[in-house]
């Protein structure tokens, strides 16, 4: 697929637009700081961009002050006593250092345990860590994405997980894959069902149209309160570059 991409600014704001071989424009906000990122037809011009960007400068502003005012962790340093979070649940960080497997234990409702070997630096605690989340992961979305692929009457063909900066799960409608962040180990298991739920659902309706929000209000009438605790949960420390 051919891109291009070009900033302007609209109303003292930085819009970075890529253009792509698609048919609609799609507006969207992007934490950590609310960047603004307009995908566009080839063919439309960047004055088009402006008009579209100016009609929903109210809703530009009312997302990025959400982000602003969204709790943001410090950056990780990976040492006992950091809090770090699991399904929801805060926990303090205990990192014991000793000969044996490197793991990651709930030692109990507010301790979780780091098992490393001695001299290990931040990045290899960073490594055990994250490969428990993605592991933890492994085994919660199997059985939800059973019960939804028949409540719905789709089928993934993969599902996959990986760090994402910009969104919370994606979905190739052609290939029938879904993406899931590995982050929403960190988040409430309603949220982590409701993006299932959102993204089986653009199997049968690829955009966030007036079928698709018909579909969600149909299969998951709580949707947008999954949503919103999802959005408003802490955001974890990262170095944001897009």
Not at 5 to 31: C, F, Q, W
Not at 208 to 222: E, I, K, T
């Amino acid at each position: 697929m051919s891109t291009e991409s070009v900033e302007i600014r609209v109303s003292g704001l930085a819009v970075h637009i890529v253009r792509k071989d698609i048919k609609n424009l799609h507006l969207g906000v992007y934490p950590p700081n609310g960047r603004v990122r307009v995908a566009a037809p080839l063919s439309v011009s960047d004055e088009s961009v402006r008009l579209a960007v100016i009609g929903k400068l109210g809703w530009i502003k009312k997302q990025q002050a959400k982000f602003a005012a969204q709790p943001r962790q410090t950056e990780r340093e990976m040492v006992s006593g950091e809090s770090h979070y699991y399904l929801g649940r805060r926990y303090r960080l205990r990192v014991v250092e000793r000969n044996g497997p490197q793991r990651v234990i709930v030692r109990s409702r507010t301790i979780l345990e780091l098992h490393v070997r001695a001299g290990s630096d931040e990045k290899d605690r960073e490594r055990i860590l994250q490969r428990w989340y993605r592991e933890r992961l492994r085994e919660l979305v199997p059985p939800l994405l059973a019960k939804w692929e028949v409540i719905l009457g789709v089928r993934a063909a993969s599902v996959g997980f990986k760090r994402m900066k910009t969104k919370w799960g994606a979905c190739n409608v052609g290939a029938e894959r879904i993406w899931l962040n590995l982050e929403l180990a960190k988040k409430p298991v309603q949220c982590l069902e409701y993006l299932i739920v959102h993204e089986l659902t653009h199997v049968i309706e690829p955009h966030h149209n007036g079928r698709f929000v018909s579909l969600m209000d149909r299969h998951l009438p709580q949707w947008r309160h999954h949503r919103k605790t999802l959005n408003e949960a802490p955001l974890a420390h990262a170095n944001w570059t897009y």
